[in-house]
């Protein structure tokens, strides 16, 4: 005896989901008693009213533009609009919805999402206010570093007026060196925070034909008593390439922090000599700084150079954040940086620009 075939008519009305279909002039034909209790609604009422009608007016031309598609044939899956239930509370619902052309229907399955939509709202505003909390703070973190330098200059340049000679206390020298490097070392990792909040707002910022000899003079007049200090001699020759396309901060902050480190890290006894220039090859665009300084051991540090807060030297001033921001101002822009190094027999560093 053959089973009779089991009826879908339980499934249809028994569903959690919302269950209906519709016809090709855009009423619904059939809806089950979920759907109607989703939107408040009678069966009767849902079927008298052209579908549009319930539909939210912002999601109407989006709900057009698929409703052609599916009018095509095309089936329709992971569609989210909102709809109006009858009490105007709007309902957000996530739909899958299969025509069938021969007999000119829809069906569809309704999801109601309106909870999870609410928690991505709510999810949002925490966001922006831990947006707005975070960039206060950067601008407070900015201001304050940014404010202190003056003070701390101030008190460096008290420091060097100084005429040890006229100071015969070993104990005062010693604590007077200690407060040189103190004041020295609070700087140092204050203009480190400076570059970093400059690097992260100038991300996304359009690229601009950088002059490497304007760039390069304002940072030597921003460390001409620190070259004075050292007797270092500095020579330049930017005439291959003159400009490139980058950002004039980053620039700016390459030629500081590379500058700096020369001075910083100088062979004891022997003067800094220092040789930068630009180089075009092949179309590659590079940009070469050499120093006779102390040097590395690549072998060893090698892998951490670019690190952030890596030393390579017994240096109480040393904070480990110069090269880590050169290495992420130039790669930010696609480019490179390359590094050769010998201990006590200098450095070289070979910057690639993006093309």
Excluded at 108 to 129: F, G, P, S, V
Aim: with cysteine.
């Amino acid at each position: 005896m053959k089973q009779k075939e089991p009826s879908l008519e339980p499934f249809f009305n028994q569903s959690v989901d919302g269950l209906c279909i519709a016809d090709h002039t855009g009423h619904f034909v059939k809806v089950n008693p979920a759907f109607s209790q989703l939107l408040g609604y009678s069966e009767v009422e849902l079927k008298s009213r052209p579908i549009f009608s319930f539909i939210h007016p912002e999601d109407l031309e989006l709900t057009s533009e698929h409703r052609e598609k599916l009018m095509d044939g095309q089936p329709l899956v992971n569609f989210e609009n909102r709809y109006l239930s009858k009490s105007g509370q709007v309902v957000w619902l996530y739909w899958t919805s299969i025509p069938v052309q021969e007999e000119k229907l829809i069906y569809a399955i309704a999801k109601d999402i309106t909870h999870i939509k609410k928690l991505e709202q709510e999810r949002a505003i925490h966001l922006h206010r831990l947006s707005r909390s975070n960039e206060r703070l950067k601008r407070q973190n900015y201001t304050t570093s940014h404010d202190l330098r003056a003070p701390l200059n101030n008190m460096l340049s008290l420091v060097h007026l100084i005429d040890k000679e006229k100071v015969h206390d070993s104990q005062t020298l010693e604590i007077l060196d200690l407060i040189k490097q103190s004041a020295e070392g609070l700087k140092n990792t204050m203009t480190g925070q400076l570059d970093t909040y400059k690097m992260e707002e100038l991300v996304g910022e359009p690229l601009e034909t950088v002059d490497f000899e304007v760039v390069f003079k304002k940072v030597l007049n921003s460390i001409s008593a620190m070259i004075l200090r050292a007797g270092a001699q500095c020579t330049t020759d930017f005439s291959a390439l003159p400009s490139v396309r980058f950002k004039t901060d980053y620039l700016e902050s390459i030629f500081l922090n590379l500058m700096t480190n020369a001075l910083k890290y100088a062979r004891p006894g022997i003067p800094p000599r220092i040789i930068i220039r630009t180089e075009v090859r092949d179309g590659i665009q590079t940009l070469h700084f050499s120093d006779n300084g102390l040097g590395m051991d690549m072998e060893k540090v090698g892998r951490n150079i670019f690190k952030l807060n890596e030393r390579f030297h017994d240096k109480a001033d040393s904070h480990g954040v110069g090269l880590y921001l050169v290495h992420n101002q130039i790669t930010g822009l696609g480019g490179t940086i390359a590094v050769e190094s010998k201990v006590n027999q200098g450095t070289t560093f070979t910057i690639t620009f993006a093309r």
